[in-house]
Structures are given as C-alpha cells and as structure tokens.
C-alpha cells in the first residue's frame, strides 16, 4: 500500500513541525521546568474557553457502543488564578443527543428546538460555563465536567422615554 492509496483516510502523512509547539529532546538533553502540579478544583460553577478539540473513537462499553467522540478540552480559571485545563468527552451517538445539544448551546451555537449540523471548526475560542465536580478512579481525585449550562438570558431591556430616569 502506498501514500496514494490512503490520502483521505486520515493516515496521510504531515510535518510535526506544522502542527506542534517546542521541540523534541535528545536522549542525553538538560531539562529545568518544573512541573505546575495538578490543581484539583472545588465542585461549582465555572467560566471557560474551549481551547482545543479533537477527533477520536470510542471502542464501546457497557453502556455506550463503538461510536466516533470529541475530546474537547476546557480552559477554566481556578480560584489561584492559574488556568486549568479539563478535557470532556462528547460521544458522536443518539443516545447523547441531549448532551451534545447542551454542549452547543452552551457555547452559544444552537438554539432550543432548532436542528444543528454539528460545525466542530467552529468550537475553538468559544466561551461558556460548567459545572465541575470531582470523580475518585482507583484512589485518585480529579476533576469532572458534570454539565454544560445554558448562557444566561440577557436582560430584558427597558423602554427609553427622553427625560426619564
């Protein structure tokens, strides 16, 4: 099988240096940077911006067959002021149609009772809030996106009358 029996199928080749940040270390490399430590955020309602989205697969489970997924990663703001990122995993099948429909109104991309085609070009930099919470996994705490929340309504505007305050 050669190249041009795979381009379109998502295994064409690219340049790493097109696609990623920093550089690669040699095996006898100095580091420094120390690591910023895993923030584990207090269970509430946060502000954040989706920084990253990518394609991938889900193998099926116990309650969810084969299906294609969006790990879409969050920007949140901790309570320190540091920024932490939180992935979320949107499965691509009908029986999470409501959680895929939150997520989009959430970001401001669909209204109620309106069909969406799923436009994922248009997540990155879109802003919303989420309710996190935290999951214990074989003795460790992490973070959780539990829910996605609408945008607030704006507030109704009041009638101007000209010399009225």
Avoid at 124 to 151: A, M, Q, S
């Amino acid at each position: 099988m050669g190249f041009d029996d795979i381009k379109g199928t998502g295994f064409e080749e690219v340049n790493a240096n097109d696609s990623f940040e920093g550089k690669e270390y040699g095996w006898d490399d100095e580091i420094e940077k120390d690591s910023e430590g895993f923030t584990l955020l207090e269970p509430g309602e946060y502000d954040f911006e989706v920084v990253n989205f990518e394609r991938a697969r889900h193998n099926g489970s116990a309650k969810l067959p084969a299906c294609n997924k969006a790990i879409i990663t969050l920007r949140v703001s901790a309570p320190d002021g540091r920024s932490v990122d939180l992935k979320h995993n949107l499965f691509l099948h009908s029986k999470c149609e409501g959680l895929l429909s939150a997520f989009f109104v959430g970001i401001g991309l669909k209204k109620h009772g309106e069909k969406l085609k799923m436009d994922w070009s248009k997540v990155v930099g879109r802003r919303g809030r989420c309710t996190v919470g935290v999951h214990e996994y074989n003795g460790k705490t992490y973070n959780d996106i539990k829910r996605i929340l609408e945008p607030k309504e704006a507030p109704a505007q009041t009638s101007f009358k000209a010399g009225t305050f």
